[in-house]
RNA sequence: GCCCGGGUGGUGAAAUUGGUAUACACAUCGGACUUAAAAUCCGACGCUGGGUUAAACCGGCAUACCGGUUCAAGUCCGGUCCCGGGCACCA
């Protein structure tokens, strides 16, 4: 190669645009399939086109490119596709905020972003591109709900939404703050409405026994999503209800009764159906509880307005998990007893607001002696507490609540008749049985996860392929009328869908009658879109079917990288998807993802100001409205002399503002960094850098300013010293084949270059390991050290002519070896040297470098002597050096020497290779 | 409240997975270059005690807190506190 000479200094926007250009033209990054070759599908989650990048997108796909151009130079075929996940609330929100339709500030997004994405040089192939919002894409969301439809995994229930009375509309969890609506300040009351649902609970068993099949998956989040599924094992049994006879009592009639869990419609129940793990504490129950929205509450309400306000209370309020468990404990007795299955004593049953309707059949058995939620429920309403099992060694007394009392590992039964002495599994089936004997319940297993209610009451979604015929009922949408294309042009307002106001969209003929019908207007969750874009990526030009022959090269995704806020519902839906496809005949995979990395999350500030909350009771506008978040880059922190904070005042009117702490950097809470000046001011090269060396990927990141420098610098070091050892390496490289510059096992004739090879290799070797790791931080880190070593090495003087040849072949060796690690880190700069020095003309064809075994090897090796574990001195020994030796040279060294004096020598610990601890 | 992570200098962090705690940087301070500044280069830099004109040097204590296991603990075990993520309609 003949180089061409540098420029005298570093120019990131000089050098980035030209990388970008040579990478187009040679379309360095389309993915081509190549049977045979290993592939390696490098997968960043989409973005939701927002406006512009945030920090967490440039850390995301930083290190997905970091990886994909590490896998490309270790000889893989990779794919690394971009799209957006273009569907969601933010753009109904900004509509109601300017008055642009969703579309248009969608569209308007993607745009802007992609070139931000760009500037960046990602080796995206951008001919795979795809976004949610666009009917090509949705129609597949359509065509596989039908599908769903037909085999039963789609079927209609009610479900619980937030309601807003005061904007008549339904809204999102985050829409309610401190259980107001966002808008009005208006109470948010529950509503029951129907939806539709995917069935994946007939998944659960599969996609939690599947977790065990993925050794790419962090622990952590495998652990999250077992205890989600969270499969128990436990007995499901009834207390049968004895009615008064029917006359004067207030729950006399039992036609005036509410069906009840399979009864009858009119019928009172005749049994309360509970679920327990703890079936052996069952002779310990002193009540039952049961949830608000529970029949038998709703039939014991009738005659008792005081129960009947208690359950109206519990129904407002919000549907968010935290708060409901975070919820004061309350209760009112029902006045209906049951009869305890075993004992036939007679139970009292209570409405408790930490029943959860949704959780096994809405009801529980209350043990207060050995379960927490029940104890304090039984003491604050004087309920009696019977134990019923005893843990050796811990007394039990009422006085308080302690952890053991809810142990079944250590427990035995008493005060339980005929169960006593027996441990928890005995207990547990011999209660099963009697209980089945007696045709009152069995062993069973439970489930946490529900089924995914996937309807939403909003415009910007994909439409639900559904027509409602007042003569047919619900008709599917034919296949050869999908897609059903949402109208692009709707300004949502805030009071409700505005497709319902479409008659346009809205009016249709029936499928099967050919009558007047209305479509349905409700769309789906967006999760449903990015439950398989990852699929479609192999065969986005596909106008014809879902998924194509195409998948099968390409999936699994090899490596998929997203935040750790992802943890749970898209990577469980988008297993679920993957499922459900697979049995449909659409892909062979059972899993869709091999490998996952969840990066942590780019922290910041976050400061507000939060208008006067009006009265309790207040349903109006006036007085109420939403919390105004302020960017950080808006605000002025006042310190003291110590340095101390003392306030934070907005800088547009000086005026306080409240600090909410640290928070991921979020749209909601305005707190994110724009990485455009960054970017803009540096180049994307030290951006990329930086984000990479800030800390390792896993872990949080708060975000601070500094750092930003140091990274440049050492970019523009890396530059200076390239320029300086130019023509060094032009005269090594001149007529040599790319990227080969010395031969293994070669060993440098002088001392002192021997050990500048060795520290490269072991530098090299360590960084190799850390690349596999993925731990970016510590690869950038060898690289400083690598240019630290190298440039003092060139600064040294070579005592002849044959000295100061083999310095320039080891500077061009370390060098080729420096590049090509911050390749795939900072690919402009290093394309940018590879080709200006003399290397070869695409650094991403450029072998990755291997450390030299022979270069790393030492006659002597150092090892640290310890007395009582605490550094005394160290010593060089000889590799051969066998432990008898080391022994009597560590107990005569001079630091040893001086602290065992006097003492007898107990016991001396040899560690090979690292270290000797003597202990006295 | 429940589930999952995290806590190491002034700051971001490192520690080859139980074996020399603080690598590599940032900030700060000092020096060189410069008429000056910026940039660049060189050096110092956990806390604390002894020591000396200043050094060299010699100790002790430090990985959120308390306790345990071990010859040896940032790393393993038990408990506590604080911070972050998720909790099913934000994506």
């Not at 187009?24 to 190549?34: P, T």
């Not at 930083?62 to 799209?83: C, E, F, K, W």
């Amino acid at each position: 190669m003949q180089s061409a000479t540098l420029e005298f200094k570093y120019n990131a926007h000089d050098i980035e645009p030209k990388a970008r250009a040579w990478w187009n033209d040679n379309h360095s990054f389309r993915a081509v399939e190549a049977p045979g070759k290993r592939k390696y599908y490098c997968l960043s989650m989409f973005p939701y086109p927002s406006g512009k990048l945030h920090m967490g997108h440039v850390r995301n796909y930083t290190i997905g490119d970091a990886l994909s151009r590490y896998h490309r130079m270790r000889g893989y075929n990779v794919m690394q596709p971009m799209g957006w996940d273009a569907f969601g609330l933010p753009a109904e929100n900004a509509a109601m905020a300017n008055g642009v339709p969703p579309a248009k500030w969608t569209y308007d997004n993607i745009a802007y972003m992609k070139k931000q994405l760009q500037s960046l040089g990602f080796a995206i192939d951008w001919e795979r591109e795809l976004a949610t919002c666009k009917p090509d894409y949705y129609r597949w969301n359509q065509w596989l709900f039908l599908r769903m439809l037909e085999k039963g995994l789609v079927y209609k229930k009610t479900g619980t939404v937030n309601w807003d009375p005061v904007d008549q509309t339904v809204l999102a969890n985050e829409q309610v703050i401190d259980g107001r609506g966002w808008r009005t300040g208006a109470l948010v009351e529950k509503r029951e409405i129907p939806m539709y649902y995917m069935a994946i609970t007939k998944y659960a068993d599969e996609l939690l026994g599947a977790l065990d099949t993925l050794p790419g998956w962090p622990e952590r989040v495998k652990t999250m999503q077992a205890n989600w599924i969270g499969k128990s094992f436990g007995v499901r049994f009834a207390f049968p209800i004895e009615w008064p006879a029917a006359g004067g009592s207030a729950l006399s009639s039992p036609a005036r009764g509410g069906g009840v869990g399979g009864g009858g419609d009119n019928a009172l129940p005749d049994k309360l159906w509970v679920f327990t793990t703890r079936a052996d504490t069952i002779m310990g129950v002193t009540f039952c509880a049961v949830a608000a929205e529970h029949p038998l509450a709703a039939h014991a309400a009738k005659n008792n307005p005081k129960l009947a306000a208690f359950i109206d209370e519990c129904k407002r309020g919000s549907v968010i998990e935290a708060d409901m468990a975070t919820m004061e404990k309350k209760g009112l007795p029902t006045g209906i007893s049951v009869t305890h299955p075993l004992t036939g004593e007679q139970i009292e049953v209570w409405v408790g607001n930490y029943v959860l309707m949704s959780y096994g059949d809405g009801a529980v058995m209350g043990v207060p002696a050995h379960d927490e939620r029940d104890f304090h429920f039984a003491k604050q309403y004087g309920l009696p507490i019977k134990q019923v099992i005893d843990i050796a060694g811990k007394p039990f007394n009422l006085d308080g609540w302690q952890e053991s009392y809810a142990d079944k590992e250590n427990g035995v039964c008493v005060h339980s008749g005929q169960y006593d002495g027996l441990r928890y599994m005995e207990a547990v089936d011999a209660v099963a049985a009697a209980l089945k004997a007696k045709d009152l319940g069995e062993k069973q297993v439970m489930w946490r996860l529900r089924d995914w209610g996937i309807s939403r009451q909003r415009y910007w979604g994909t439409p639900i392929p559904l027509i409602h015929c007042g003569d047919c009922g619900v008709v599917p949408v034919p296949d050869d009328q999908l897609p059903v294309v949402l109208p692009e042009d709707c300004v949502p307002d805030g009071t409700g869908n505005p497709l319902n106001k479409r008659a346009d969209f809205l009016d249709c003929r029936c499928p099967q009658c050919g009558k007047q019908a209305k479509r349905e207007t409700d769309t789906m969750d967006t999760f449903v879109d990015s439950s398989w874009y990852y699929t479609r990526f192999a065969c986005a030009d596909q106008k014809n079917s879902m998924v194509d022959a195409r998948v099968k090269y390409w999936l699994p995704v090899d490596q998929y990288i997203g935040g750790i806020e992802h943890a749970i519902l898209h990577l469980l839906y988008s297993r679920f998807w993957t499922k459900v496809m697979r049995d449909l005949g659409l892909v062979t995979l059972d899993e869709p993802f091999a490998n996952l990395l969840t990066q942590g999350m780019v922290l910041n500030e976050i400061f507000f100001r939060k208008p006067a909350i009006p009265p309790a009771g207040a349903t109006g506008a006036a007085g109420g409205g939403r919390i105004v978040y302020y960017n950080p880059t808006e605000v002025d922190i006042t310190v003291d002399a110590s340095g101390k904070r003392t306030g934070v005042t907005l800088r547009a009117d000086g005026q306080p503002v409240e600090s909410g702490g640290i928070g991921t950097m979020s749209k909601s809470k305005n707190n994110g960094v724009d990485p455009q000046s960054l970017i803009e001011e540096y180049g994307a090269d030290t951006a990329r850098l930086f984000m990479m060396f800030a800390s390792p990927p896993e872990q949080t990141l708060d975000w601070s300013d500094s750092g930003v420098e140091g990274a440049s610098r050492f970019l523009k070091r890396l530059w200076s010293y390239a320029y300086d050892q130019q023509g060094d390496i032009a005269q090594v490289l001149q007529g040599k084949a790319d990227g080969v510059l010395v031969a293994d096992g070669w060993k440098p004739g002088v001392a002192a270059h021997a050990d500048f090879r060795r520290e490269i290799h072991s530098v090299l070797k360590q960084a190799d390991f850390d690349f596999a790791k993925f731990q970016f931080n510590t690869v950038v880190s060898a690289a400083m050290k690598i240019l630290n070593a190298a440039t003092a090495f060139a600064a040294t003087k070579a005592a002849g002519d044959t000295e100061r040849a083999e310095q320039r072949l080891l500077i061009t060796e370390a060098t080729g070896i420096l590049l090509r690690i911050l390749a795939p880190i900072t690919p402009h700069i290093t394309h940018a040297l590879w080709q200006g020095l003399g290397y070869g003309k695409d650094i991403l064809a450029a072998p990755w470098p291997q450390a030299d075994a022979a270069a790393l090897d030492t006659d002597e090796i150092e090892l640290v002597v310890q007395v009582n574990g605490k550094l005394r001195g160290s010593l060089r020994v000889a590799k051969s050096a066998d432990r008898a030796e080391i022994e009597k040279l560590a107990l005569a060294n001079a630091g040893v020497q001086k602290h065992i004096a006097g003492q007898t020598v107990k016991k001396v610990v040899v560690v090979p290779g690292r270290l000797i601890n003597v202990v006295v």
